[in-house]
């Protein structure tokens, strides 16, 4: 039983960890920059959306608990990105072209199941934008 605790506890490390170099590569900044609430940068303000946004609902940290992985976060904070994140993936094709490639790179399961749930159209779904740099990136990472 304790084996399969740490298994799954050192999975959810490596997924935050992949999350967290995944935003900041995508929106051009620093992982530390992520998870330290300090800069209100519009590259950096996104690197974080997208972190809180998919800590809440791919790995179910809730609000409260996101101070574990962010500094300084207040839970009001957070439930404000996932609602914001929320609002701009149905408005915005950027957006949701951006969280679809963050998935991507991110989760393979998650990205999977989205196509499997037809959630967006297979055109949404195939039109990611592949960097061969956070590839090699994410392929040191999960092996």
Known sequence: MERTNLNSKNRYLSQVKLARLVSAK???????EVVMMQSRNKNIMYAR???????????NV?????????YKIHHATSIHHCNKMENEIELYPDIKKAWITFLYYTDENAYEKLKIDMKYTMEEMNNIVIDKEL???????IN
Request: hydrophobic share 40%; proline share 0%.
């Open 135 to 141: 590839r090699e990136l994410v392929s040191t990472i």
């Open 49 to 59: 959306r997208f972190f809180i946004y998919y800590l809440w609902k791919y790995l």
């Open 26 to 32: 995508m929106f051009d900044c620093h992982e530390y």
């Open 62 to 70: 809730s609000h409260n608990k996101m101070k574990k992985e962010l």
